[in-house]
């Protein structure tokens, strides 16, 4: 079992930028595949971005594809989440995500999950 915290979520104006991290509590955190994940109000969770246990393959929604971009530091055992060119589309509470199989990680079958943190933008 792997503990994810998140941080950085907030409120931002539209056209602007945020940085997530999440902080990994496993000594194998290379290991892991790792992914973001959102829910906005009154939807269903859905892939934003994943990156594999190197860092040398990265896969994108295409609703946030050139405005985000996923990056890890296995070691500080941290992933992050850039995100530009923020619009009120993007409102959601964002979710972080590792499991050992990157596949299953990219359909939404993920064995650690954090506890989510809001992001709000207003137009």
């Known amino acids: 079992q792997v503990q994810l915290v998140e941080s950085g979520g907030g409120l931002v104006q539209a056209g602007g930028s945020l940085r997530l991290a999440c902080a990994a509590s496993t000594r194998i955190f290379s290991s892991y595949a790792m992914g973001w994940f959102r829910q906005a109000p009154g939807k269903g969770r859905e892939f934003v971005a994943s990156i594999s246990w190197s860092g040398g393959s990265t896969v994108y929604a295409d609703s946030v594809k050139g405005r985000f971009t996923i990056s890890r530091d296995n070691a500080k055992n941290t992933v992050y989440l850039q995100m530009n060119s923020l619009n009120p589309e993007d409102t959601a509470v964002y979710y972080c995500?590792?499991?050992?199989?990157?596949?299953?990680?990219?359909?939404?079958?993920?064995?650690?999950w954090g506890q989510g943190t809001q992001v709000t933008v207003s137009s």
């Open positions: 995500a590792a499991d050992s199989s990157l596949r299953d990680l990219r359909v939404g079958v993920v064995s650690n």
